[in-house]
């Protein structure tokens, strides 16, 4: 089945420190979805892509559409303690299809 | 209701019990999914409902799991004779439709099984 990659599992970085996390497929998605999951808590969906080459903000995120449709990135600037969370990547091949998680990246902030 | 909600938020049974999980969908919105996330894992799908269409069953582990959506709104996943490896956090997100913007997830229920 369709997977999406995202690593490293965990990333630790200092408060302050601008973060990047990619995702990756081995075939096409015609949406790209960025969610953060608190502890406790569901997933809660921060940034949607709808077209390849996409580049979308969202306050001190930024996430973006790769052009070959298999990849996308999200980036966090100026790190804060309340980034911590996991973050997880989602897409969708088709319009009427579910969306596919990638295991998530537990992210840390170290203050 | 405003947002997905999940009860219980925590079940403890013992190995062998049947459970019930329950989840309200935000008001209006035709597709529920359940997930289903394991430590290090990510998110399992398990089965998603659209509509009055037949379920979309393809992620449910075995024939222990099943679920149910009565009048197009309030969803039961109900895990029959659990095992330890059924314990996880079950999530169940609904979304006005198959190409809604995105999930909106409730909290989760996590099942611990002893």
């Known amino acids: 089945g369709q997977q999406l990659n995202q690593s490293p599992q965990s990333m630790f970085i200092q408060e302050g420190e601008d973060v990047s996390m990619n995702c990756t497929s081995s075939?096409?998605?015609?949406?790209w979805l960025w969610y953060k999951q608190d502890p406790g808590e569901g997933p809660v969906l921060l940034i949607a892509?709808?077209?390849?080459?996409e580049l979308t903000s969202n306050g001190r995120l930024t996430a973006q559409f790769g052009i070959t449709r298999k990849d996308s990135f999200l980036n966090i600037s100026a790190s804060i303690p309340s980034d911590v969370g996991i973050y997880f990547c989602?897409?969708?091949?088709?319009?009427?299809?579910?969306?596919?998680f990638g295991k998530g990246i537990t992210l840390s902030v170290r203050p | 209701g405003a947002g997905v909600s999940q009860s219980p938020s925590n079940k403890v049974t013992e190995k062998g019990k049947d459970v019930e999980l329950r989840c309200d969908p935000i008001?209006?919105?035709?597709?529920l999914y359940w997930y289903r996330q394991s430590l290090g894992q990510g998110l399992e799908f398990l089965i998603y409902?659209?509509?009055?269409?037949?379920?979309?069953k393809s992620g449910l582990p075995s024939d222990r799991f099943s679920a149910e959506r009565t009048g197009g709104s309030v969803s039961t996943l109900t895990i029959q004779r659990t095992q330890q490896e059924d314990s996880a956090v079950y999530l169940c997100?609904?979304?006005?439709?198959?190409?809604?913007?995105?999930?909106?997830f409730g909290s989760g229920t996590r099942l611990t099984v002893v």
């Open positions: 997100a609904s979304s006005d439709g198959p190409g809604g913007y995105g999930y909106t």
């Open positions: 075939s096409i998605f015609n949406t």
């Open positions: 892509l709808y077209k390849a080459g």
């Open positions: 989602a897409g969708r091949d088709g319009a009427n299809s579910k969306l596919t």
């Open positions: 008001s209006g919105h035709t597709a």
């Open positions: 409902f659209q509509g009055n269409s037949a379920p979309d």
